[in-house]
């Protein structure tokens, strides 16, 4: 089992940890974020630092520990930096554009994508001669972020051919041969 639930979180400058009951609710420069806690994970604030107990040594109890402590430094991480994530588009004709909220793409179907992005992700394309397109995504929430990144890439998943598609940047494909002759 992970041992990860029994590490303490250090609260950074600026950011405000509030308990209600089993509802967490933090606040920092980015934005706010709440988690609701469930089967019997206390949470307590001692030093600037967040630490979390679990009732008994159970399984479930154990995962919901590592868990909870997992979502719990993601948001502080979220509200104080923020999270982003990058996606590439490989393949010719295949272009990216946003018009604020919008993001227009060109994946090599007979019509153009148009997706609204939540309003708490910035959405930004970058199109560069000899390059790639890209689609830049940040917000101060984790989970937001992937799935919009995930949404955004099953349009046109990678093939593993010619690598041609939607991937994340610095994501490794499996490459398979063609045909041999």
Known sequence: MSRIGNNPITLPE??????????????????????EIKDGITIKEEEGK??????????NHKAKHGLYRALLNNMILG???GWTKELELVGVGYRASNQGQV?????????NIVLDIAPEVKVEAVSEKGKNPRVKLTSFDKQLVGAVAAKI??????EPYKGKGVKFVGEILRRKAGKSA
């Open 14 to 35: 600026g950011v405000t940890f509030e308990v209600n009951e089993n509802v967490v609710t933090i606040k920092g420069k980015l934005g706010e974020l709440s988690q």
């Open 50 to 59: 967040v630490v979390l107990e679990r009732p008994s040594d159970s399984k």
């Open 79 to 81: 509200v104080s930096k």
């Open 103 to 111: 993001l227009e793409l060109a994946l090599g179907f007979s019509h």
């Open 153 to 158: 890439r099953s349009f046109r998943r990678p």
